[in-house]
């Protein structure tokens, strides 16, 4: 833990939330920022570390500083070992407003993070309400804060939530598991 804290300027204890998307429209960077202010009222030293690079970069730091939130959010840039680094995190949120599976979903579960998403395309399959993260609405900033300072505010259910979320991706999302989802799939064509 001390290479993250060192890494991305995180102090020790302080609550860490991440986003891993692509700075693009549908995944919701923006509903993010517009949700931390009232998150910051019950954790006011909470950091928000945001992976990924694309076109909307510029305008999120624009965002960013309009906001004030300069101290509480970084821009981590592009991470190729996201499994060192998701386990350090104390949260996932995931505001997309159009989504596929949500691979980064896949991989936070893995590694036993709780997550706060919408359910949109695939993101119920990976993230069950109550079970290893929260649901909120796409695009309602009120809910997606209360989630936030929910986990933040529970240790406790944010280990449990990220103990399950680790058996579904295990037990669901193994290669052994896909593999004998897909031998199934080819079973039953046969069969039929």
Same mark, same amino acid.
């Given at each position: ?11 020790? %204890?302080?609550?860490?939330? %991440?986003?891993v998307a692509q700075f693009i429209e549908r995944k919701g960077h923006r509903t993010l920022l517009q949700a931390l202010p009232p998150v910051l009222e019950t954790a006011p030293? #909470? ?6 690079? +694309?076109? #909307?970069?510029?305008? #999120? ?9 300069? +101290? ?9 070992? #996201? !499994? ?19 691979? $980064? ?27 290893? %993260? ?5 695009g309602d900033t009120d809910t997606l804060a209360k989630g936030l300072a929910r986990l933040l505010d529970d240790s406790g259910e944010r280990r449990e939530m990220g103990r ?6 295990? $037990? !669901? ?20």
């Amino acid at each position: 833990m001390e290479w993250f804290r060192n890494e991305f300027e995180v102090a020790d %204890g302080q609550p860490t939330v %991440g986003v891993v998307a692509q700075f693009i429209e549908r995944k919701g960077h923006r509903t993010l920022l517009q949700a931390l202010p009232p998150v910051l009222e019950t954790a006011p030293d #909470l950091r928000v570390l945001l992976f990924g690079q +694309g076109p #909307l970069r510029e305008e #999120l730091e624009a965002q960013v500083r309009d906001a004030g939130l300069e +101290g509480t959010v970084r821009f981590a840039g592009f991470r190729n070992d #996201l !499994e060192r680094v998701l386990p350090c995190l104390d949260a996932v949120a995931h505001p997309a407003e159009m989504e596929g599976l949500g691979v $980064s979903l896949l991989q936070a579960a893995a590694c036993a993070v709780p997550i706060v998403a919408t359910p949109v395309g695939g993101i119920p399959e990976i993230v069950r309400e109550g079970e290893n %993260g929260l649901l909120v609405p796409p695009g309602d900033t009120d809910t997606l804060a209360k989630g936030l300072a929910r986990l933040l505010d529970d240790s406790g259910e944010r280990r449990e939530m990220g103990r399950r979320g680790r058996a579904i991706a295990e $037990s !669901e999302f193994s290669i052994d598991a896909m593999v004998e989802g897909n031998l199934q799939v080819y079973q039953r064509l046969l069969e039929g």
